[in-house]
């Protein structure tokens, strides 16, 4: 298959380039290729990629980012999201697009199933779901909602709290953000898997079981072997965010099971995994950890 990726430059496009390209043709857009906010650019790069399948992870997923900016949030995570599914319907491409838990409100007490209804508290919750109903004009597509992504190829939540631990700093992380962790590799390759199958339809799509960012953030500093008590857990709303977070985000991945798909494995063994390779973290190749 002929596989257009954009935000390839990104966390999630990283990992997704990198485990596409093992089985596919695959076509990197970055930036520098096309800005998603131009629709002819991004029809132009489409049109000479003329994909069979575009992976759209590009956006802002910063959440605060969107709640201080709205109109940045919707030009990125919407119209741009818009004019990829246009380009798509003229070349008769497929779309699977990357999404999140942020579209759910996080007052439930139980994991999200696909069918729960969606009610975002935030801009950035609010852009995503909109990029959801763009996505399903489409005959052909998949929504994949992934929750807090770590892994290579870009710095992120997990490796930020290593260097700075590393460096003799404390991390101060939300206690009270339950949810599930996503490794982009094990998620990408989910993904490429469903893609194959053309079964399309919207999937949650992380790592097995449930963590706080406080437990991913601490368990990588004592699988890093360091002082894991620099890890220092906080109430979210003591944190000072312009956007608020959701308490409860963990999904259940109902849609992946009934389709017959194995599940991801747990976050702990994939963020072992992460870690390994990453020399200067690795449990085994800990080096004295420079900054
Ligand atoms: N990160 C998380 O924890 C998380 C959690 C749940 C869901 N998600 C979703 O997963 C997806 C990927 O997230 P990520 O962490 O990989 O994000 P990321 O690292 O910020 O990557 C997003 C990419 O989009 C590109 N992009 C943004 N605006 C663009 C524009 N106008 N034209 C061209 N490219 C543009 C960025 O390019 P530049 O590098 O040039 O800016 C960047 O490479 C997002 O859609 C997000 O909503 C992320």
């Avoid at 997704?16 to 131009?38: I, M």
């Avoid at 201080?68 to 491409?93: C, I, Q």
């Avoid at 919207?202 to 079981?209: F, P, R």
């Avoid at 699988?223 to 956007?243: F, H, T, W």
Wanted: hydrophobic share 40%.
């Amino acid at each position: 298959m002929k596989v257009a990726i954009t935000g390839a430059a990104g966390l999630f496009g990283y990992g997704l380039v990198q485990v596409f390209s093992t089985r596919h043709r695959v076509y990197p857009l970055t930036r520098a290729e096309a800005d998603l906010t131009k629709a002819e650019e991004i029809r132009a790069a489409l049109a000479k990629a003329a994909p069979d399948v575009i992976v759209h992870p590009a956006g802002i997923p910063d959440l605060d980012i969107c709640e201080a900016d709205p109109a940045k949030g919707y030009l990125v995570n919407v119209h741009a999201t818009r004019y990829v599914v246009e380009a798509a319907r003229e070349l008769g491409a497929a779309v699977a697009y990357i999404s999140t838990d942020a579209v759910f409100d996080g007052q439930k007490q139980t994991p999200y199933t696909e069918s729960d209804p969606t009610i975002p508290p935030t801009v950035y919750g609010r852009t995503k779901l909109r990029g959801e109903q763009i996505v399903r004009t489409l005959p052909a597509h998949w929504i994949f909602r992934v929750s807090v992504l770590f892994g290579p190829g870009k710095t992120n939540f997990v490796e930020k709290g290593l260097r700075r631990i590393a460096a003799g700093e404390t991390y101060m992380v939300a206690a009270d953000q339950v949810g599930s962790a996503t490794y982009t590799v094990d998620a990408a390759q989910k993904i490429m898997e469903v893609v194959e199958a053309s079964r399309y339809g919207l999937y949650h799509l992380s790592n097995q079981g449930v963590c706080s960012r406080y437990d991913l953030a601490r368990r990588a500093a004592e699988l890093a072997g360091l002082d894991a008590r620099r890890v220092i857990g906080k109430p979210s709303d003591q944190m000072r965010r312009r956007a608020v977070r959701l308490k409860y985000a963990v999904m259940a991945m109902e849609a992946l099971k009934n389709a017959g798909f194995g599940l991801p494995r747990p976050w702990p063994e994939a963020l072992a995994e992460y870690l390994r390779a990453l020399p200067r973290f690795s449990p085994a190749g800990s080096d004295g950890l420079q900054p």
